[in-house]
């Protein structure tokens, strides 16, 4: 059974980090690029970070370049994003997803607030 878990969504101040990972099991991991999305209420869902299966490259929207970092562990079947200088802007449910064509799986999202 495929499944993605996403973890370490919180209730952060502006400014502050979060590091969100996602859990993969049931798909072989390492042969998957791996990206997060966000989607706010009421807007699109929305690329934030991809990053290939040997994490040679990785892209960013312009919003989040220089604050937010992807980064994958084949060995551990995670994938992470690290957040800095988080903006309320930012605020939004964060979903990983994997992608080998044709597949694609999600995961479930957590919860990501800025706020003061």
């Known amino acids: 059974q495929v499944q993605l878990v996403e973890s370490g969504g919180d209730l952060v101040q502006p400014g502050g980090s979060l590091r969100l990972s996602c859990a993969a099991s049931?798909?072989?991991?390492?042969?998957?690029?791996m990206s997060w999305y966000r989607q706010a209420p009421g807007k699109q869902r929305d690329l934030v970070a991809r990053i290939s299966t040997t994490s040679d490259t990785a892209d960013y929207a312009d919003s989040v370049k220089g604050r937010f970092t992807i980064s994958r562990d084949n060995a551990k079947n995670t994938v992470y994003l690290q957040m800095n200088s988080l903006k309320p802007e930012d605020t939004a449910k964060y979903y990983c997803?994997?992608?080998?064509?044709?597949?694609?799986?999600w995961g479930q999202g957590t919860q990501v607030t800025v706020s003061s």
């Open positions: 049931g798909f072989t991991f390492s042969s998957y690029a």
């Open positions: 997803r994997a992608d080998r064509w044709p597949i694609t799986y």
